[in-house]
């Protein structure tokens, strides 16, 4: 569960006489994860492509290049079909003519009616200024100049330049002025004012006819367009499943066809390598050696074991000849015999573990192997990085703590019950699956918003689930609350103290299965590398939750005091004893045993990386940071409790706040007085109160939902990052990508 599932590596070996079929029978298994022949052994090269590879390359590019034509997607496929050669060959030249053809007419049109559009937005300025086109050009001795501007300034313009004659013609901020100057004299004029000249467009005679007969080429334009485009539409209709169908075949005869390409081959062998999960190796062994037979070898090279660091713990030696384990290390000769497979493992360079020869990269793929609950968190760990195969996946810590966090900062049945809708919403609806994880990721942290939210009390930051629910139960009220009424204001320090207590839990799980990484080197590299951590932080921690001389605050610690010595939790709980060892000379102050546990921890912490001393204080700052959250607890807390009594309004009774729910104004202050009322409520201001009421208390409680995935989920996200993986989590594993291909449109029967 914390590692991925167990991959060896396996080498399949044997004539080529035998490599169609072989490929036949590994892409059915789609198990075989292909490491690429990068060409080092001597005598051995990369294999070429089975003929008609490149025409099947060419008629999926040709599919591909229809599919985006005409739009086609997934929900276009309907039933499965078989695909045959003569079928694909007939039907799709039939389909790429009609739609080339029809594409092209679609181009052309829009090129058209694109040049008619810009036509008709040249033309309407002149049609707003109502002068004949031939009567804006071709003077001898007038200069004309058409354009957009402000009349008064050009008027102004032209009054204090050199043109003595002009005549102005304005309508609607289009202008035209006809001077009697050289035609730079008049552009000269012009610069000044604001002006942005027009070119006169051809023809002659009013523009208001030549708009219209523009307008009227654009209609016959568009509907030519909107034919082309329905018969595009029927051709949809009509070929997508075949294409969706066709583009599939194509796809798998590409994938086998180019499959020789990462074998390493002779004149008459292959050999192939690759990795498989562990468990599945006989299903693999016994399927080939049954669709192909003797002529090919097939064998476990080792079972990949891998540190953090990609270090070999363990794997099966290839045995050779007489049953006695291979100590080859030389790059294999080539065998030229037909009929004998490839025995040897090379190296040439390539990849050595031990006295193993390998082929290509040593590293296998990862297959995250995590419970079905913890899946959809999988897409939020790949966002940093895909776990490597030999360190642990945070998956399921990441499930297990995340969810909380965010339920424990909003805690509220109500938004708790949207966001697990929505969470629903998006994981039933969407087609991605990373949106997916997502709404299902969403759908767990709004099942544990409900939960704490049920613990609360609370539903829309109401307390009506604790007023009438638990004391059903036998309970007084909720077991907890937030904290931001008076009445339970011990609570908001209790959330305080309790977020340093998980953070340090949180943070040691972190740098423990650190520590459990390093015990693969030696036990040394771990005490002092992860283990130095773990003794600082809990040092620095237990001083601080003992009083830090004093320094800390006094809810932390103390009989009288600290929070868990009484209200709201009664643990019994008053503080570590200091454990004080001597008093420090000079400073008068105790030195605590608690501290000789952090500087033991800092000490072998400069044995193991000097450099790492600088950020000593992570212990300190890194449990810090999980005060935010109690942080947004309280704040989205707040905002529900404003918008609450804005609409309903409250008043204060012996220390408690009240909210006028059932009961007006006039209640509190007939029993309480008129100074006990916090705020009236808007619900009891009239109709007109009441209405407003209801739009602040929607938005409001809108905004606060919206803010409660923005804020707790990217602080509970934060943690999770930059806290948590930050100790352990390192990432950079290869995707598993068997060579084979799931059938979804096509059939083989």
């Known amino acids: 569960m914390l590692r991925p599932e167990k991959m060896c590596r396996v080498s399949v070996t044997g004539s080529k006489r035998v490599m169609e079929p072989v490929v036949e029978s590994v892409h059915e298994l789609d198990m075989l994860h292909v490491t690429e022949y990068d060409g080092a052994w001597e005598g051995f090269e990369p294999g070429d492509p089975v003929e008609g590879a490149d025409e099947a390359s060419d008629q999926l590019v040709t599919v591909r290049s229809l599919e985006s034509i005409l739009g086609v997607d997934a929900e276009d496929a309907g039933p499965t079909r078989l695909v045959t050669d003569e079928a694909l060959e007939e039907d799709l030249e039939e389909v790429r003519t009609k739609v080339t053809e029809l594409d092209d007419r679609r181009d052309d049109l829009r090129d058209d009616l694109r040049e008619v559009e810009d036509q008709i937005a040249t033309m309407e300025p002149f049609v707003q200024l109502g002068i004949d086109l031939d009567l804006l050009r071709g003077y001898d001795t007038l200069a004309v100049s058409v354009g957009e501007g402000d009349a008064d300034e050009i008027e102004g313009a032209l009054d204090d330049s050199d043109v003595d004659t002009y005549q102005l013609f304005s309508e609607d901020g289009v202008v035209a002025v006809f001077a009697r100057a050289d035609e730079s004299e008049l552009q000269d004029a012009l610069v000044g004012a604001t002006f942005s000249a ?17 307008n009227h080429r ?25 294409l969706l169908a066709a583009e599939e075949k194509l796809s798998i005869e590409v994938q086998k066809a180019e499959a020789p390409l990462t074998f390493a081959t002779t004149e008459n062998a292959f050999i192939a390598e690759g990795w498989i999960p562990d468990e599945e190796y006989e ?42 384990e291979s100590t080859e290390t030389d790059a294999p000769m080539a065998d030229d015999t037909e009929d004998q497979p490839e025995k040897a493992v090379a190296d040439g360079g390539t990849t050595k573990t031990g006295g193993l020869v390998t082929m290509g990269d040593s590293s296998p793929p990862v297959i995250q192997d995590n419970p079905a609950p913890a899946r959809p968190f999988e897409a939020l760990v790949e966002v940093v990085n895909r776990p490597k195969y030999g360190e642990f996946d945070p998956t399921v810590f990441f499930f297990l703590s995340f969810p909380a966090f965010f339920g424990f900062m909003i805690g509220d049945i109500g938004y708790g019950i949207i966001y697990a809708l929505l969470g629903y919403g998006l994981y039933s609806r969407a087609s991605g699956d990373v949106m997916k994880s997502l ?59 309790i977020s340093l207590l998980v953070g340090v839990a949180h943070l040691s799980i972190g740098w423990i299965l650190d520590f ?27 001083w601080v939750f003992s009083g830090a001389n004093g320094a800390a605050p006094n809810f932390l610690y103390g009989a009288e005091e600290g929070i868990f010595a009484g209200n709201p939790f009664p643990l019994g709980f008053t503080g570590l004893p200091a454990f004080d060892l001597f008093t420090i000379p000079g400073l008068g102050a105790p030195f605590s045993a608690w501290l000789l546990v952090f500087l033991i921890g800092l ?19 890194n449990v810090l940071s999980y005060t935010r959250l109690a942080a947004v607890l309280l704040a989205k807390a707040g905002m529900a409790f404003v918008v609450n009594l804005l609409f309903f309004g409250a008043y204060e009774h012996d220390g408690e706040w009240h909210f006028l729910i059932t009961d007006g104004p006039q209640y509190a202050i007939s029993n309480y007085g008129a100074e006990s009322i916090i705020f009236p409520g808007l619900m009891h201001a009239g109709i007109a109160g009441v209405v407003g009421g209801i739009l602040v208390l929607v938005l409001g409680h809108i905004l606060v939902l919206v803010l409660g995935i923005t804020s707790a989920g990217l602080q509970g996200v934060r943690l999770e990052y930059v806290e948590f993986f930050g100790k352990f989590f390192e990432g950079g594993g290869t995707k598993y990508n068997p060579f084979g291909y799931e059938r979804n449109y096509t059939t083989d029967d």
Not at 207 to 213: D, N, R, V
Not at 218 to 235: C, G, H, I, P, Y
Not at 603 to 621: H, K, Q, S, T
């Open 439 to 497: 709404g299902g990721v969403t759908m767990w942290a709004g099942g544990f918003t409900i939960l704490f939210g049920f613990l609360y009390g609370e539903i829309f930051g109401l307390l009506t689930v604790s007023n009438q629910v638990w004391p059903l139960l036998g309970l007084d009220s909720a077991p907890i609350h937030k904290g931001l009424k008076p009445q339970y204001a011990e609570y908001a320090i209790a959330w305080l103290s």
């Open 198 to 214: 027009l070119v006169v467009p051809e023809g002659d005679g009013d523009p208001t006819e030549y708009l219209e007969e523009l």
């Open 283 to 324: 299903l693999f062994e016994q399927q080939v050696s049954a669709d192909v037979g003797e002529a090919v070898d097939i064998e476990k090279l080792e079972i990949a074991e891998y540190d953090s660091d990609g270090h070999v713990h363990s794997h099966e030696e290839v045995e050779g000849e007489g049953g006695e």
């Open 603 to 621: 000490g072998l912490l400069g044995l193991a990386d000097p450099i790492e001393l600088v950020e000593f204080l992570n212990v300190f700052v």
């Open 516 to 542: 459990v990484e390093n015990l693969s080197h030696s036990l040394w590299d771990a005490i002092t590398e992860s283990g130095s951590w773990l003794l600082m932080m809990f040092g620095l921690w237990a």
């Open 218 to 242: 654009k209609q016959q334009l568009e509907s030519k367009l909107d034919t082309v485009e329905n018969e595009l539409e029927e051709l949809r209709l009509d070929y997508a499943g075949f």
